[in-house]
């Protein structure tokens, strides 16, 4: 028999604690929920399950739900013994769960709840049980999220007035234990700054408690805790990281020890911000963003090479049709989850899982083309929020990268129906070829060389941010590509791209024509920059003009920027993916290349997952030492290509690149 | 200013509630959850008003939600006292609540919640909120269902084998208080008759109990309390009578004993089963189906007038889209609430109820629309259920009935969005024609002068049941309809009609065809029946020729059947519509017809709601007095009409028909 594990509707867990998650922002004393419809699991669910038992004996259903089984012609108690006498069985079990999500566990010499399952949720067809990693035994409880926990404590404490000061050394994201003596007091004041923490007023997190408040306080983001108190000193401060116990399996260090740094700051921001599901940032807005989500996964590919919080979030994000909203309410951000979803599943090959989410990622495409104009364009409709980009975008009508997004995801839909073996009912490839045609038709200046933001608005602005896109996704290729490159990319007179969000795609975009160098300069500029700021883990943005406290500003308030943010850990993915050069060519990383290119860089080691394997390099100019545990590499160095067997060692000549 | 009340997402309570009542049913010491999905109030919602103090104020956002206040450009926590300076402002509540669904309550000088609030869940347009009468306080909670309770006792209790048999003497429902002395067990088993009650090992409802428990039970239905156990004598054993705060507006008395037994049988049956919403029965299934509902919003018009039963039925019933399945997964039951929300309409008038349900009702259309075959027939598709009545119905393709209800049901969509001001944007009235015809082409036997239930079949079975329908809604008219009363409905030889829920069908249209004496019969002899076997409210059904506890017997199970079921309070309405013949001719009521026949009776004595108003009849052959207190009546005594002026007293000479 497999493992026991407990079981639920599958989805329930992640719809489940992207609810509680959804709800944990806190500003100002306020609890913050957020912005857009929260989907809920299912208040109960039937389970079942055809098996033979080998022998007589018994069974039981262990669950905090409640419900019944329907075993032997007869209705029986959960959470009570259930004989099973040796032969063919079919059993039932029919749960409901008002708080939680229906669940339940068995483990047996007859029986085990395992991923052989099936379970209804009585308006749509069965579908195979959920489970995850850490739910094995009858003790575990499905509704806490199986977080680790280190001990922590201040590197450093100092009376201020009113009160003490601690510091626990670096961006730190977990419960805060304090002990008030009976009849005491005391403000915690949470601060990813010192600024903040000792600014009572606007500190983002705060709370007043006293001595029968529960001492262990929520899991929150901090760095320096300030205790504001008459008797603070009495007051006993402890707390633990809370964390998931992921592992890198991906490394990168270079000559150049700035970077190295960079490198191990994006690391501990992406952990930082690896959950339930990817956050935005760990202390505001504490939400899954799925733009932010999108670049989340593409870190995670080649940091982690695991595809669990991936999986979490995209199927959080999915949530429950209907969908009456885009995602997070944003245009933009429903296409990157379907684009999301393809990458997925080429990444990691994990059919089974496609074929969960298929269903959601239909009716979400259905919405998406539901609210398309006469062209075919993605227009603002009500409720719609075309993001992109803060900064300079003419949004009047129909905006081109929208557009680019949309067919990009058009293409995702062929690819993904053709992996399950759909004939596709609208026809995806010919919806792609239909707005090829008209993107360049109503965005493409001939004159300019560029494809221009809006056609309706007259203006024929030329942004980076939607030539960017033209070349990330593929979209301009030929002649058409070097003019975008040469004409918006490469122009230094066009507005440059002031968000480090969409400086990542803009980073990524110049990797791919060749331009390491200057995304490896940004590093060390940008990242360096905040590493000299004394930043301990990545900023939500960073502008080498501010000083001191102008750095912990964003949206009108003085500590609103987020100190922690997924979105800065884009060197890893750039180092990974353009330096070292490792990417999957086929489904599941079976065929991949390895193509390293050292840029600026005298010397470098790195390590990069690959499916189930990894690659490993280490260059000192003008030799690669290149190894894998796999087969199905190529090692690819200008036009020459070099197949690599596992195991072997091979040493190439690396012309500097 | 108005009444300050508390307030939340629109539909949010009744949801909430329906879905604490489908996971309450109980049966052999097991959970039952119900068997189709379970709709989930809101998470998160937003509520806005704008408003104008006239001086500074204090105003407390009173909720047991979590969340926050957005006003005057700042985040404000809520249970906290804000304060409001005079002037224009706008005020934004935007809660979260995981466990039960997001309200609030504010009560002060410059600002109360009432019905102008806006509401939003982020993901559609804005609509007015919801609230609900008792709960107009602080302290009120509105995730308690506000029933009131009286006091019970037993009026016998007995030694019997093994510990004490209570009787409380009639059916009733409720919290059952049991007192276990320390160190003591008690088994407690619930009867709706004595015989269940005695037998634990049968009895539905039972469960074993010990001091440590809560002494107050579950509300449940019973008459009888079985405790069992060792020092049953030392075990105090009380109750409450749990009910609803409605009055019955119509009363019936006649010269037959046994008929005002039946009534006032009935309407107790009828108040045991109207609580959060209707239920089928208050022991098995608790729970709330659509076609029983249909029968007790037609019923509740008469013994209440009163719409807010049937309200939160209807509500609870659309549930939340997307629709998946049928209502309770029943074609049939789909149609009866499209149906309803019209005969609900068309009875109360209220507009603004009609429009808070008509997306709804308009997404539950569309799914009944989307499974119709190429002839616009209903037809079993993937997780129907085609339900019309148990007994011999030929089910083979479509049947019939269902499309009868059908073309009822796309009427009813012509007669709502007329009301409402809209095109339709599919034409109903076209459906329905479209479905006449169709209906007459496939299911119209020329040679038995009848609807045949099935023409894929080939055996051109004629049912009471069908041809009940196409009298009943209008289907058949003219020479048709004389066909098919003669060939089908009067035809002794078509097998009976076995189910007291097709029953009321079918004596209603008898009624409608003139047969009140055949109704009349029936109640005596059905109803009567039951209270000569010593029912003290309507059983789920009723079979003559069964002896003792055979009556108690359904679905396999020794106590099965329910005792007390809405259906079985069909009286009422035969009554009131027909015997004292009082029905609306327009909306609401505004005009209406009192058509008074006696049948058998020599003398009756009726008060029959009408709108906000009252028709009271008092009959003493041949003579009869009819007296209004609101406009609109038109006495009818075959073709003659008089016109009925509140408040005056007209004496009529009735003939007997």
């Known amino acids: 028999m497999n493992k026991a594990k407990w079981i639920w509707y599958r989805g329930d867990f992640e719809i489940y604690h992207h609810m509680l998650l959804s709800c944990r922002r806190q500003e100002y004393g306020c609890d913050y929920p957020c912005q857009w419809h929260i989907s809920r699991p299912e208040v109960s669910a039937s389970f079942v399950k055809d098996f033979t038992a080998e022998r007589d004996g018994v069974v039981r259903v262990v669950t905090r739900s409640k419900g019944m089984i329907r075993f032997g012609g007869k209705l029986h108690p959960v959470n009570e013994e259930l004989r099973v006498p040796a032969g063919e ?6 749960l409901y769960d008002i708080e939680k999500f229906p669940s339940f566990f068995i483990d047996s010499d007859v029986l085990v709840t395992d991923e052989t399952w099936i379970a209804e949720c009585f308006d749509r067809a069965p579908v195979p049980v959920g489970w995850k990693p850490g739910f094995f035994s009858a003790g575990d409880d499905p509704s806490v999220f199986p977080f680790e926990y280190a001990d922590i404590s201040p590197v450093s404490s100092e009376k201020i007035e009113g009160g003490i000061l601690y510091d626990f050394g670096r961006e730190t994201f977990g419960p805060v234990t304090v002990q008030i003596p009976a009849g005491e007091r005391a403000t915690l004041v949470y601060g990813e700054s010192r600024a903040e923490a000792t600014d009572p007023e606007n500190a983002l997190v705060r709370e007043t408690l006293n001595s029968s408040d529960d001492p262990v306080r929520p899991a929150r983001a901090f760095r320096y805790i300030y205790v504001k108190s008459e008797n603070a000193e009495k007051i006993g401060v402890s707390a633990q990281y809370e964390y998931l116990p992921i592992e890198d ?12 740094r960079v490198w191990d700051l994006c690391a501990y921001t992406f952990h930082l911000n690896s959950r339930e599901f990817f956050l935005d940032g760990i202390k505001r807005d504490r939400w899954v963003w799925s733009g932010d989500a999108y670049q989340s996964y593409m870190i995670a590919r080649y940091l982690y090479g695991d595809p669990s919080v991936s999986e979490r979030t995209i199927v959080a994000l999915l949530g429950k049709p209907p969908y009456r909203t885009h995602v997070n309410t944003i245009n933009d951000y429903s296409a990157y989850l379907i684009i999301s979803v393809w990458e997925h599943y080429f990444a990691g090959g994990d059919q089974e899982f496609l074929r969960s989410v ?12 539901s609210r398309l104009d006469e062209n075919g364009f993605v227009v603002h409709r009500q409720g719609d929020w075309i993001f992109i980009d803060w900064g300079v975008l003419d949004k009047e009508g129909a905006h081109c990268a929208e557009q680019i997004l949309l067919w990009r995801t058009h293409l995702a839909m062929a690819q993904l129906s053709e992996v399950l073996g759909e004939t596709p009912e609208a026809d995806y490839q010919k919806s792609a070829a239909k707005l090829y045609d008209k993107i360049y038709e109503y965005f493409w200046d001939g004159e300019k060389g560029a494809f221009i933001d ?31 490159i040469e004409n918006a990319i490469l122009d230094p007179d066009l507005p440059q791209i002031t968000t480090p969000y ?3 795609y803009e980073l990524m975009a110049l990797c791919k024509i060749g331009m390491l160098g200057t995304a490896q300069d940004y590093i060390e500029s940008y990242w360096g920059g905040m590493l000299r700021e004394g930043a301990t883990s990545v900023w ?22 987020s100190l922690c943010h997924a979105w800065g850990s884009g060197p890893i993915l750039l180092l990974s993916r353009w330096c070292a050069g490792v990417y999957p060519t086929s489904v599941g990383g079976e065929t991949f290349r390895v193509e390293p290119k050292p840029g600026k860089y005298r010397s470098f080691a790195a390590s990069v997952p690959i499916g189930s394997g990894k690659v490993r390099l280490r260059y000192s100019a003008p030799q690669i030492t290149v190894e894998t545990d796999v087969p199905g590499g190529t090692f690819v160095c200008g036009d020459a290509e070099t197949p690599l067997e596992p195991g072997r060692r091979y040493v190439f000549k690396l012309n500097k690149s």
Chains 1, 2 share one sequence.
């Open 89 to 94: 069985h079919r059993i039932v079990v029919e």
């Open 249 to 260: 399996r991906a490394s990168f260090s270079c000559d150049r020890e700035l970077v190295n």
């Open 358 to 369: 298929w269903p959601r990622v239909k009716e979400l495409y259905a919405f998406i083309v």
């Open 454 to 484: 809006s056609f309706t608005s007259g203006r024929r602005f030329v942004t980076r941010q939607t030539n960017v896109f033209a070349v990330l996704f593929d979209f301009a290729d030929g002649e058409k590509r070097k003019s975008v």
């Open 502 to 504: 969409f400086k990542l």
């Open 540 to 561: 939500e943005a960073y502008d080498p003009t501010q000083k001191g406290e102008e750095h912990f500003a964003m949206y009108g308030s003085a500590f609103g920027k």
